[in-house]
């Protein structure tokens, strides 16, 4: 089972951009779908981007052309690169591992506010 740790949340105004960290580690990245996840206040969790072991990619429309995921497997991460922020992108995000099951971060809070 792999282990997730989130970093580089914080506040930001509308507009502005943040970069979100995933380490990994206790096992081989490169077999895994790895992805991030978001949720808010009374709403369900949902997917923001996934990157495949094949490296192709897939993003909710939300964030098409505003956000890249990218994995690094020599060093156990995965980014998310999230440009022209908007305050309904305010949540909590989470990275995620899957290879058969779900393996999950302890997640990271994104405000979006002026």
């Known amino acids: 089972q792999v282990q997730l740790v989130e970093s580089g949340g914080g506040l930001v105004q509308p507009g502005g951009s943040l970069r979100l960290s995933c380490a990994a580690s206790?096992?081989?990245?490169?077999?895994?779908?790895m992805g991030w996840y978001r949720q808010s206040p009374g709403k369900q969790r949902e997917m923001v981007a996934r990157?495949?072991?094949?490296?192709?990619?897939t993003y909710a429309d939300s964030v098409k052309g505003r956000f890249t995921i990218s994995r690094d497997n020599a060093k156990g991460t995965v980014a998310l690169q999230m440009n022209g922020l908007k305050p309904e992108d305010t949540a909590v995000y989470y990275c995620?591992?899957?290879?058969?099951?779900?393996?999950w971060g302890q997640g990271t809070q994104v405000t979006v506010s002026s």
């Open positions: 995620n591992a899957w290879f058969g099951r779900h393996s």
């Open positions: 990157i495949f072991s094949n490296w192709n990619t």
């Open positions: 206790g096992s081989a990245l490169s077999i895994y779908t």
